[in-house]
């Protein structure tokens, strides 16, 4: 229910909330949700990315570190001794 | 040999391996196809979002910022503060002021009331006024327009409204003084606003001579507007203007002269109560 709850709450503060916040909700999120920041940043891009500005997509940048991260850090808590 | 179907299970697509994140990623590229293959569509769909979105950025916005600089806050705060003491203070001591004055004001300048009827809507050289003798107005009670100028007489009095007869009715008789050199003169209601008075012709008396009536002193009540004389008679007459324009008299304040006006009062009309 909570990872339904944070998934949802990121999503939709990308729309109505500041980016800070966007962004907290999906550090926190991708704790138990590791796409949530990817998902995270591509909906951001797609809603807010100007292509003629030539600029990079940063929110879907930032979200794919921060889900390589998480997925790192997943897979070191999995082979290590913290989670048997 | 009985075959053993298992369910095969796709590790992408079975419903129950597929997180939140995954199904957010989808709804995420779906977006992003949408935006790429129907932008108009995209557009058109998420315009009411935006809107929705900027309206709410703006109240949090607005929200946030009024919690922007504590310390200005607190500042503004402990200044309103000590600003609404004071002005509380202010206030009792205004309050009190005004209570005071209101009470000194009610012994010494009388009843103000307001004029219900005049001319012609009430009987010619009358006013009606809204204060009885709820308000402490009692028959003999002088009436004065604005600048302390003597109107009248109240000649009746219900509980809350009362008459006042003008110096000008037919009938009204009073003592006063005309002139720069204070002439005695008889004053006599004419009607229609108007008054008269008899003076010798010696006395020198000529238009625009102020009119005086008893009061607390001497009181305008108006000035010469003409001078009749009759070359056969010693005395000539005088046609007096009221001060003021009783038809535009709002307002009247009444004070009891005392006996001093009684007095001088030789007589009223005979159509009053």
Not at chain 2, 75 to 97: D, G, I, M, Y
Request: aromatic share 8%.
């Amino acid at each position: 229910m909570m990872r339904g709850t944070l998934t949802i709450l990121s999503l939709v503060s990308v729309v109505f909330f500041p980016w800070p916040l966007t962004a907290l909700l999906a550090a926190g999120a991708s704790s138990v949700e590791p796409l949530v920041p990817l998902a995270v940043g591509l909906f951001a891009d797609t809603l807010y990315y100007a292509p003629q500005a030539g600029a990079l997509p940063l929110f879907t940048l930032c979200g794919i570190l921060l889900t390589a991260i998480s997925f790192f850090v997943r897979s070191r808590l999995k082979t290590g001794s913290i989670g048997r | 040999m009985k075959k053993t179907f298992l369910a095969k299970r796709n590790a992408l697509l079975s419903s129950t391996n597929i997180s939140w994140g995954a199904y957010a990623l989808i709804v995420a590229i779906l977006t992003l196809l949408l935006r790429l293959i129907a932008p108009n569509f995209f557009w058109t769909l998420f315009t009411p979002v935006f809107r929705a979105s900027d309206s709410l950025s703006q109240a949090s916005h607005a929200f946030f910022n009024s919690f922007g600089d504590t310390a200005k806050l607190a500042l503004q705060n402990e200044k309103l503060t000590n600003e609404n003491s004071a002005l509380a203070l202010q206030n009792q001591a205004l309050l009190q002021k005004a209570n005071s004055l209101s009470g000194l004001a009610r012994e010494s300048r009388g009843i103000t009331a307001g004029v219900v009827a005049r001319p012609p809507a009430s009987p010619y050289d009358t006013l009606v006024l809204a204060g009885g003798s709820a308000d402490g107005v009692t028959l003999g009670m002088e009436a004065f327009g604005d600048g302390g100028v003597p109107l009248g007489v109240i000649t009746a009095v219900l509980a809350d409204f009362s008459r006042v007869t003008l110096f000008s009715s037919s009938g009204m008789t009073l003592s006063g003084w005309v002139g720069r050199t204070n002439l005695p003169v008889t004053i006599t209601g004419a009607g229609a606003g108007a008054m008269r008075a008899s003076v010798a012709r010696s006395a020198g008396i000529t238009s625009g001579d102020i009119v005086f009536a008893p009061g607390p002193g001497q009181l305008p009540i108006g000035s010469v507007a003409r001078v009749d004389s009759d070359p056969s008679s010693p005395s000539v007459t005088l046609r007096i203007m009221p001060a003021l324009n009783l038809f535009s008299v709002a307002w009247v304040t009444l004070r009891d002269t005392g006996s001093a006006l009684r007095g001088a009062l030789s007589s009223t009309t005979p159509t009053l109560p």
